[in-house]
């Protein structure tokens, strides 16, 4: 079963508000992984954890922090967010050990900051 | 020179077609290759891993080609189902995937 679930499917926030998107997989993945992507554009990576420790941060702004609870959970924290962030925000996983780093994605969550 | 390149498209065919994508990639060192189907206000959803062999999945055909760094992807008897955006993927290290900007196919009836 690849499945990864991602809350809440939608989300509108202020640009003072503080939320949190929240990812889960129950695959036995190792690493996780958070994109954003812009209408009519490819996903681009902002962070990976690999076996819960963060291994890439794509000069991310500071507004996004992600945490890695445990091997199955993903967040992504947003405070003072920008018009411009709003986007579909992906998370994913991976069986990091595996030679094929075959990617399986959530479906998302539609961020609208007003 | 984009690190991963495909044509934007659209290719619009009729039902029943066999259509073709391509894509190349720059860098010599990619390890792993994949395509990936996105349908509009969706996630991407891994279609084919692309073997060095070339693989079949039913209607779908993927070819890799390391000399000229060139990946493929055949789609036979084309669905309506099958519009979607296609992506190229190709694996950089062990955590990074890049992405090809997409080929977008509009099946017709």
């Known amino acids: 079963d690849t499945e990864v679930t991602q809350t809440p499917k939608h989300l509108v926030m202020g640009m003072t508000n503080k939320k949190s998107l929240k990812c889960e997989q129950h695959?036995?993945?190792?690493?996780m992984y958070w994109y954003k992507q812009k209408a009519k554009k490819p996903p681009e990576l902002m962070f990976v954890?690999?076996?819960?420790?963060?291994?890439i941060n794509e000069s991310v702004p500071s507004r996004f922090s992600p945490e890695c609870p445990n091997s199955s959970l993903l967040n992504l924290h947003l405070h003072a967010l920008q018009p411009e962030d709003s986007a579909l925000y992906l998370c994913?996983?991976?069986?990091?050990?595996?030679?094929?780093?075959?990617?399986?994605f959530g479906p998302g969550t539609r961020l609208t900051v007003t | 020179r984009k690190e991963v390149e495909q044509d934007p498209g659209p290719f619009n065919v009729p039902e029943g077609a066999t259509v073709a994508f391509n894509c190349t990639y720059s860098?010599?060192?990619?390890?792993?290759f994949f395509w990936y189907r996105q349908d509009c206000r969706k996630e991407p959803k891994l279609l084919m891993s692309?073997?060095?062999s070339g693989n079949e999945d039913g209607r779908f055909t993927a070819q890799l080609n390391r000399a000229s760094q060139y990946i493929s992807l055949l789609i036979r008897d084309s669905k309506l189902s099958d519009s979607a955006t296609y992506l190229c993927?190709?694996?950089?290290?062990?955590?990074?995937?890049?992405f090809g900007t997409g080929t977008r196919l509009q099946v017709f009836p």
């Open positions: 994913a996983s991976s069986q990091a050990d595996r030679g094929t780093y075959e990617q399986y």
């Open positions: 695959m036995g993945h190792r690493a």
């Open positions: 954890y690999s076996y819960e420790k963060l291994s």
């Open positions: 860098n010599s060192a990619s390890q792993s």
């Open positions: 692309v073997y060095s």
């Open positions: 993927v190709v694996n950089k290290n062990t955590d990074k995937l890049i």
